[in-house]
C-alpha cells in the first residue's frame, strides 16, 4: 500500500485528463471544499461508486490517564466517519 499526498493525485488527475496541474487542482481544491463545507454544516456527503461521508457527535465521557491511572474526563468531540462503497476497492 502507498501513500498519495495532494500533489500527486493532482499530477494523476492532470495526466490522465489532458488538463493543466493548475487546473486539475483548482477543480480538486472545489471538490474538496464543496465536501468540506456540506460537512461543516453537519450534513452527509454521498457519492454514488465512492461512498458516504457523516458527521458524528460523540459525548463527553470518564477515562484514565494511561501513564499516570488518574481519572479523567475525555472531551464531546465531532468527527467525520467514512464509509466506502461496496464498489469502490472490487476488482
Do not use: C, Y
Not at 500527486?8 to 487546473?23: F, P
Amino acid at each position: 500500500m502507498t501513500t498519495r499526498n495532494k500533489k500527486e493525485i493532482i499530477d494523476t488527475i492532470a495526466e490522465k485528463n489532458g488538463v493543466t496541474k493548475k487546473a486539475a487542482g483548482e477543480a480538486l481544491d472545489m471538490v474538496l471544499g464543496a465536501i468540506g463545507a456540506e460537512l461543516k454544516g453537519g450534513n452527509a456527503v454521498q457519492i454514488h461508486g465512492f461512498g458516504n461521508f457523516t458527521v458524528k457527535h460523540t459525548g463527553e465521557r470518564p477515562g484514565r490517564n494511561p501513564r499516570t491511572g488518574e481519572a479523567m474526563t475525555f472531551r464531546a468531540m465531532t468527527k467525520v466517519s467514512f464509509k466506502q462503497a461496496k464498489t469502490l476497492l472490487e476488482d
